[in-house]
């Protein structure tokens, strides 16, 4: 049974959905940039057989709070947060993209909170070169200055953050998207190499993996979290 439930965190209030058995070993799924919980319709039902799955929507997105500041460090400490009100010492992060950009800067930070991550589809944090895409002229359920403050920092990351992979302890799964993905896989491959002990994976299914092929995701997923 699934259950949409919200914390006070980090001084901003944070929305997060809630499926499976309390006792179970507990996983946090990071959505994209632009995504939200709802994101992981596909997975989290199946995820929550095993485990106790929760899925928050990070700040600037959904129906958490949309503060104005989107630093990359603040959305970390936002899920840290998360789990200290939520009375978790450790878990198993898998983060989507932006989310698994978070998922590595948790994991560099905080290594005692994290048991295993899976990073999808995952850019490395080197300057991406890549022009702020045009807002569109429709509504969408997150606020545009987190696009122009996250493509801010995909352009000019802290170099911490590359040379601190070598330093990550938790179990690691690169997925990548592969040939379709607009990510290039030769740095979703390098992302793998940093990481200490890293096993890389690709699926052929672009970037949005667990959407595209969601049981060959699973597969992998549960696999390597089961270990």
Request: net charge negative.
């Amino acid at each position: 049974m699934s259950d949409l439930q919200a914390a006070r965190v980090n001084g901003i209030r944070l929305v997060y959905r809630v499926e499976g058995d309390p006792e179970a070993p507990p996983v946090v799924l990071l959505p994209g940039r632009g995504s939200d919980h709802t994101s992981w319709d596909e997975a989290i039902g199946q995820l929550a057989a095993s485990w106790r799955v929760y899925a928050p929507d990070l700040r600037g997105h959904g129906q958490s709070e949309w503060p104005g500041d989107y630093a990359l460090e603040s959305m970390r400490d936002d899920v840290v947060a998360l789990l200290d009100h939520l009375g978790v010492q450790r878990a198993a992060l898998v983060g989507h993209s932006l989310g698994g950009v978070v998922a590595v800067l948790i994991a560099e930070e905080y290594p005692d909170r994290v048991a295993r991550m899976v990073l999808e589809d995952v850019p490395l944090p080197v300057p991406a070169g890549q022009p702020v895409p045009e807002r569109p002229a429709d509504p969408f359920p997150f606020d545009w200055a987190m696009v122009e403050q996250t493509a801010h920092q995909r352009n000019n990351p802290d170099p911490a953050w590359l040379k601190r992979l070598g330093e990550i302890t938790a179990p690691t799964l690169v997925l990548a998207g592969g040939a379709a993905s607009h990510l290039p896989q030769d740095q979703v491959a390098d992302l793998a190499v940093r990481v200490p002990g890293a096993e890389l994976v690709t699926i052929e299914a672009g970037h949005e993996i667990h959407k595209n092929r969601p049981d060959e995701f699973l597969a992998a997923v549960t696999a390597f979290l089961s270990r």
